[in-house]
């Protein structure tokens, strides 16, 4: 089982900046594709932003020229800086990874708790 623990959301005011990371942990043998995904209240979650192991990254088109996504291999974290925030922007923002650990011993996808993100207008 992998866990994944976000921190850095809270509330800035448009136009600001706020940095997220996110941390692995478990008995993990390979991590794949890492991630970001958010969910505002009464939306679907969606991917916002992704990163592969060999540092291809991929962002939503409402975030992209804004937000960017880096990992660190060696501390099996995730991390999105996130620049020139709109209202629309807030939700809970969720770290992603698919990883292969125990007990499972194949790829599989996990999904963190979230984080809130306020963006006031």
């Known amino acids: 089982q992998v866990q994944l623990v976000e921190s850095g959301g809270g509330l800035v005011q448009a136009g600001g900046s706020l940095s997220l990371s996110c941390a692995a942990s478990?008995?993990?043998?390979?991590?794949?594709?890492m991630g970001w995904g958010r969910q505002a209240p009464g939306k679907q979650r969606e991917l916002v932003a992704f990163?592969?192991?060999?540092?291809?990254?991929n962002y939503a088109d409402s975030v992209k020229g804004r937000f960017t996504i880096s990992r660190d291999n060696a501390k099996k974290m995730v991390y999105l800086q996130m620049n020139s925030l709109k209202p629309e922007d807030t939700a809970v923002y969720y770290c992603?990874?698919?990883?292969?650990?125990?007990?499972?011993?194949?790829?599989?996808?996990?999904w963190g708790q979230g984080t809130q993100v306020t963006v006031s207008s």
């Open positions: 478990g008995i993990i043998f390979s991590i794949n594709t």
């Open positions: 990163i592969t192991s060999d540092d291809s990254t």
């Open positions: 992603y990874c698919n990883a292969r650990a125990l007990p499972a011993l194949k790829y599989a996808d996990y």
